[in-house]
């Protein structure tokens, strides 16, 4: 299955690229993320509680980081398996500087099995377009906040909120 | 006149069915029972490394996990029955060990205290897979790619030709030669009703109870007995009420095997009732050819010579008749025409899916389809309408029983018949003019046929994988009831009504006098069971015939009772009368006066049936009951009142028809509307018209479905996308067209009855009619032919590029 989005992230993008590779900021951002730990250079192994629809359940995986050309692109691997199925894929994230907004683009193709493959495929790029927004609004927000401060919290209506004004605002 | 047969009578199944109170296995609750759950293989193929159970076993409500090690050594592969010339047969374990050939296989087994524990406890077991290559397209199997088995060294399970004549000479000397890819896509039976599991041992007695939603106990109970190794009379499999097959259940599934293995290992009842997600995944699909016609014809429109070569999509395994099922495509390939040259050569693909088998029509639609879409190739090349290719190359009904280059002897027929009913019902002239007509406004209308022919009554024993026959036993019970015990398996067909139908009419009783047991092989006699459109041309028969046998007894007993000679013994509406032997010679007004009817019931129990003494006669109740008190009997004879018989048919039967579609595509939308349906089909002898109407609608729905809706997608990794019922478009009730049903009659000479078969009728015949409308409406555009499922993103697409 191929995923394909563009976002636009309020702060420049050699701050969006530092909080992108950060495990702890990442962890607080990533919807469901419920362990992220560092096991060598640019590679993590995660535990995300994550579904579509009614097919829901906890993965474990391995995200590894590739290609880094801070702060333009990156490309991403991600390989996971839980009860409801398994996903594995790549993609690249590109990160464009207009007018002090960062523009971040991915593209990847993604192979999913199990029943979230049966039941949930025609789901899938809602699913994935709904995360990647709660995400990447989470980021933003982590993007945002100057050193020493305390972090923000995030969470589904924090990060609703968050989207809706940055709406308005634009 | 009979008074049942022939008759719409109600069927006698429906009152508890719409009320809820019948008994399906789930409505099955036995004390104690366990539940089951299976872990199915989310890789289309893989390597299984390692299994851990343990978190599993230790969860709450749960008695056992089970894994192949557990079972290979215990419980028999899943069986094939069809026997092909080197025929690859992979070894098709319950539970797999450590290897996955599809997405659904079972690889692991909890039970628990209930569905639900059972359930969760699934997602503790921990598998790790290596995955592999899967091969999905079934020509990329058949040239290479992935090997679903390392060891065959290709992916080729069988080829095989079939078929007479010299089609290499035939098409040569043809004038013109259309050819065309065509695919059957993978369908997904869905009965309403999964299937479902119930299996309860007495270690005590050391009997195994085994109930299934299957389409044939006896067949089941004798594969089950193999499988799990124990005596096949201390097991006994019932099938309470079965809700849909369509041949889906026409199978021995591991789930079966497995649930009276582990009730003997437990010592308790275990049940397992299929999700529907279960159901779209690992219970047989059906179709699944992707084939290449060539048709000869001559410019006259006579037809020369038919090639099909075939692509079979069998999926990883075989089930119990998988390779079987394009061999019935190649019998079938003449169609209602004459064709003096036939050949099909089949490859048989493996490829990392669910098997395929039959499903309503198995390899017959497929078989019309071919031959239907191919004439009207042939009517659109040479400029003909399709109504004259058709008539041109039927048979005459003087020409059977009619030989086909595919080796049958096709029984009765009266093709143009059917054909001049259903065009003057449809009133094809003015259709054809309308259609002009619209089309000159811009309107897309199209008009399909389709005159087809199926093969029905499966059949003489010789052509079946394990009997072709079938049984009945008819008795009349001592208070005068009459008992049927039958070896066909209703499922939906209704033959606990049509079985009883035959029965009061011969025996002259009411129709509620008369029960039809079924489905319990403790019960009744063996049998083979309802498939292939055989239950009431080969079972109805054998009750037909075991009736006749037992009124041969009841007329020597009726005799003894009136003290005269079997010979002077007249039977008549449930009453047996001496004959008036001077009046009979005389012949004018020879019938006894039927005199009025003595209430079943009337005699007390254990009383002796007073001998005929008046003149009335004694009724077959009073003899019933005489044979069962058996103290005045004739002397000699045997006591009671039962006869059973096992029939045999001497060949198929072959009933026929012609289903007419008008559709109109809509320009905009590509949306495909139905104006008319017209079907048309000559089963033979009719005994209940209710209940032909029904089997012909829903045949007609479930090829609607084909034809525009329904298709089993895998990706290219073979993940089942279509794996629910909002992925997997059956047709709902607003999508079907209302339907003009008509019949001729043309008896068969098979069986005493003449009675033919309906079961797949529609779906053999409607596939293409439907085809053929869509194909016509859109022949403006060039288009001669479109692959099913016939969607109108398609269409728009075709129109759009046009415009």
């Known amino acids: 299955m191929k995923i394909e989005g563009t976002h636009e992230v309020h702060v420049a993008p050699e701050r969006v690229y530092a909080t992108l590779i950060d495990p702890i900021v990442l962890q607080r951002c990533i919807p469901g993320c419920e362990r992220l730990e560092k096991t060598g250079e640019n590679a993590y192994s995660t535990t995300l509680r994550a579904g579509v629809g009614s097919i829901k359940g906890l993965f474990t995986g391995n995200v590894r980081l590739e290609d880094m050309q801070p702060p333009r692109h990156f490309r991403m691997i991600v390989d996971g398996k839980g009860q409801p199925g398994f996903l594995k894929g790549a993609g690249d994230l590109n990160f464009e500087e207009r007018n002090g907004v960062t523009i971040v683009s991915y593209k990847g193709d993604v192979q999913i099995g199990g029943t979230i493959a049966s039941v949930g495929q025609r789901m899938l790029q809602g699913a994935v377009k709904m995360m990647a927004t709660q995400f990447f609004t989470a980021i933003e927000a982590e993007a945002k906040t100057v050193a020493h401060e305390p972090p923000p919290k995030h969470g589904f209506f924090r990060t609703a909120l968050r989207w809706l004004s940055g709406l308005l605002r634009r | 006149m009979a008074k049942y047969v022939g008759q719409r009578v109600k069927r006698t199944e429906d009152p508890r069915l719409i009320q809820g109170l019948g008994h399906y296995v789930d409505d099955i609750k036995l ?3 366990l539940h089951v759950a299976f872990l199915r ?10 299994i851990d159970t343990s978190e599993a076993s230790h969860a709450p409500g749960v008695v056992a996990v089970y894994t192949g090690k557990d079972v290979a050594a215990r419980v028999g592969p899943v069986p094939c029955a069809a026997a092909l010339p080197d025929l690859k047969v992979p070894d098709y374990r319950v539970l797999a060990t450590n290897h996955v050939v599809f997405v659904g296989q079972p690889i692991a087994v909890v039970v628990a205290t209930d569905r639900y524990a059972a359930r969760d406890a699934i997602d503790l077991i921990m598998i790790d897979y290596e995955e592999l290559p899967a091969v999905i397209d079934v020509e990329q199997a058949a040239k290479g790619g992935p090997l679903v088995y390392e060891e065959y060294g290709d992916n080729i399970a069988y080829k095989l030709t079939a078929g007479e004549g010299d089609i290499e ?16 896509q993978r369908l997904a039976p869905i009965a309403m009703e999964g299937r479902g599991v119930l299996a309860r041992y007495y270690p005590g007695e050391q009997e195994l109870t085994i109930w299934s939603s299957t389409q044939i106990p006896h067949l089941l109970r004798t594969q089950l007995a193999i499988m799990i190794g124990m005596p096949e009379n201390k097991l006994r499999v019932i099938t309470p009420e079965v809700g849909g097959g369509f041949g889906s259940k026409l199978n021995v599934y591991a789930e079966e095997a497995l649930l009276g293995w582990i009730s003997m290992q437990l010592g308790k009842p275990v049940k397992w009732i299929e999700s529907r997600r279960e159901n779209i995944q690992a219970t047989i699909h059906g179709r699944g050819q992707v084939g290449y016609i060539e048709m000869g014809c001559n410019n006259d429109g006579t037809i020369t010579g038919l090639r099909y070569n075939v692509f079979a999509d069998l999926g990883a395994y075989h089930q119990l008749l998988t390779p079987a099922i394009p061999t019935l495509t190649g019998l079938m390939l003449s169609g209602s025409y004459k064709i003096p040259a036939i050949q099909m050569n089949v490859t048989g693909v493996f490829t990392n899916k669910m098997a395929t088998d039959a499903y309503r029509g198995a390899g017959r639609p497929e078989a019309t389809y071919v031959v239907e879409r191919a004439v009207d190739l042939v009517a659109a090349e040479l400029g003909m309408d399709t109504v004259d290719v ?6 005459a009904p003087s020409e059977f029983p009619f030989k086909t280059a595919t080796g049958l002897f096709y029984d009765s027929g009266d093709y143009e018949a059917a054909l001049n009913k259903a065009l003057a019902m449809a009133d094809y002239k003015s259709l054809r003019e309308e259609q002009k007509k619209a089309r000159e406004q811009g309107r897309l209308i199209g008009i399909g046929l389709s005159t087809y022919v199926e093969i029905c009554a499966l059949g003489p024993s010789q052509a079946m994988p394990a009997g072709g026959w079938e049984s009945a036993t008819v008795r009349i ?13 209703p499922h939906g067909q209704g033959q606990e009504t049509s079985f009883a139908q035959i029965a009061a009419d011969e025996l002259g009783v009411d129709l509620n006098a008369v029960t039809v047991i079924h489905g319990d092989t403790s019960i009744v006699q063996y049998g083979i069971g309802t498939f292939g459109s055989r239950a009431t041309a080969v079972g109805g028969t054998a009750v037909f015939i075991a009736i006749e046998k037992l009124k041969e007894k009841a007329t020597n007993i009726a005799a003894h009772m009136m003290k005269t000679d079997a010979s002077n013994v007249v039977f008549k509406e449930g009453r047996f009368t001496k004959q008036a032997a001077k009046a009979a010679s005389a012949g004018a007004g020879a019938k006894p006066e039927p005199e009025p009817d003595v209430p079943v019931g009337e005699a007390p129990a254990g009383a002796m049936p007073e001998p005929e003494a008046d003149g009335k006669g004694v009724t077959i109740q009073d003899v019933a009951l005489a044979a069962h008190i058996a103290r005045d009997i004739p002397p000699g004879s045997e006591p009671g009142l039962s006869a059973t018989y ?11 028809g012609t289903h007419i579609a008008v559709v109109e595509v809509d320009r905009e939308t590509g949306d495909i509307k139905f104006m008319r349906y017209v079907a048309v089909d000559d089963c033979g002898k009719v005994i209940n018209p209710m209940l032909v109407d029904g089997q012909v609608q829903g045949g007609i729905v479930q090829a609607l479905g084909q034809a525009m809706y329904e298709e089993i997608v895998y990706d290219d990794q073979g993940q089942l996308v279509t794996g629910t019922l909002m992925d997997y478009a059956i047709p709902k009730a607003a999508m079907v067209p209302w339907m003009d049903l008509d019949r001729t009659e043309t008896p068969s000479p098979v069986n005493p009855m003449g009675v033919k078969g309906v079961g797949e009728a529609g779906t053999i015949g409607a596939t293409p009619a439907i085809v053929g409308a869509i194909v016509d409406a859109l022949s403006p555009f060039g288009v001669r032919h479109l692959d099913m499922p016939i969607k109108p993103e398609t269409l728009w697409r075709i129109i759009s590029k046009a415009n």
């Open chain 2, 31 to 33: 004390p104690d029972t």
């Open chain 2, 41 to 50: 293989s989310m890789y289309a193929h893989a390597k299984i490394k390692s």
């Open chain 2, 169 to 184: 000479a035939a098409l040569k000397s043809s004038d013109r030669v259309v050819s065309q890819r065509i695919v059957h």
């Open chain 2, 390 to 395: 058709r008539r041109k190359n039927f048979p």
């Open chain 2, 477 to 489: 019970e001592p208070t005068g009831g009459v008992t049927i015990l039958t070896g066909a398996s």
């Open chain 2, 646 to 656: 096992f029939f045999e048919p001497t060949n198929f039967t072959f009933p026929f």
